[in-house]
């Protein structure tokens, strides 16, 4: 078999706000990904000044303010502290 060589592109992996890995990872309706506190804060600020709420990446818009749902995927990925073993007996 071959090495397992899972590449972790970290650009797939990152918030677009804060440009970190993903920290407890959510996912809009237009399936793109943040940080559950980047977009909360993000949100804030944009609900304050113009009352919306948006995509930073697609800026597609979403009124109301959508339920943020876990990414359950990226938040194990993004955990991942030790290396599978995979065994099998
Ligand atoms: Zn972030
Ligand atoms: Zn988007």
Same mark, same amino acid.
């Given at each position: 078999?071959?090495? *397992?060589?899972? #590449? #972790? +592109?970290?650009?797939?992996? &990152?918030? &677009? %706000?804060?440009? $970190? #890995?993903? *920290? $407890?990872?959510?996912?809009?309706?237009?399936? +793109?990904?943040?940080? =559950?506190?980047? %977009?909360? &804060?993000?949100? $804030?600020?944009?609900?304050?000044?113009?009352?919306? +709420?948006?995509?930073?990446?697609? =800026?597609?818009?979403?009124?109301? =303010?959508?339920?943020?749902?876990?990414?359950?995927? #990226?938040?194990?990925?993004?955990?991942? &502290?030790?290396?599978? +073993?995979?065994?099998?007996?």
């Amino acid at each position: 078999m071959a090495q *397992k060589g899972v #590449l #972790l +592109h970290q650009e797939t992996f &990152s918030c &677009s %706000i804060c440009l $970190d #890995l993903l *920290k $407890d990872p959510v996912t809009t309706a237009c399936g +793109h990904s943040y940080c =559950r506190n980047c %977009i909360k &804060s993000f949100w $804030d600020n944009e609900e304050k000044k113009m009352g919306i +709420h948006s995509c930073p990446q697609c =800026r597609k818009t979403f009124t109301p =303010r959508p339920v943020l749902v876990k990414n359950t995927m #990226l938040a194990a990925l993004t955990t991942i &502290s030790v290396p599978e +073993h995979g065994q099998k007996q």
